[in-house]
């Protein structure tokens, strides 16, 4: 089953997905966090076949709400509901840091990247489990 990563922002949204299997996760793109961008992913869900989303879980390292964590849970209940496929939560600290770590020289942070990271995550967690 393919997986599709989300690294929520309030701007742009970083989006990766996974190989069929659901084992290793890839940037895929960045968009803009708009009103086109529910039907973008939709799109993206039903073109690629995914059978699950995994969106970041926007909480600070003690677990408490930082300033997006109520938009961030927010738009993944919007998603579940209008995609119709399930979602899971994911740990995302540190993921634009680790991002950046590998980005080219000179390119920062890419949110396709983080978004690949935490989608690993979830990955790496469920074949343990």
């Known amino acids: 089953m393919k997986y599709l990563g989300i690294d929520y922002g309030s701007k742009r949204m970083g989006v990766a997905i996974s190989d069929e299997r659901g084992v290793i996760a890839f940037p895929r793109m960045v ?13 993206l869900i039903t073109d690629e076949k995914v059978g699950h989303v995994v969106v970041g879980d926007a909480r600070a390292l ?17 998603l579940a509901r209008e995609s119709g496929v399930p979602l899971s939560r994911a740990f995302e600290a540190w993921s634009s840091i680790e991002a950046s770590r590998y980005a080219p020289e000179g390119k920062g ?12 995550r979830f990955l790496d967690v469920r074949a343990r489990a």
């Open 31 to 43: 968009l803009p966090n708009d009103a086109a961008l529910m039907r973008a992913l939709a799109r």
């Open 62 to 78: 003690s677990g408490a709400e930082n300033p997006v964590t109520q938009e961030a849970d927010a738009f993944a209940e919007s």
């Open 109 to 120: 942070h890419d949110d396709a990247a983080a978004a690949a990271i935490i989608l690993q």
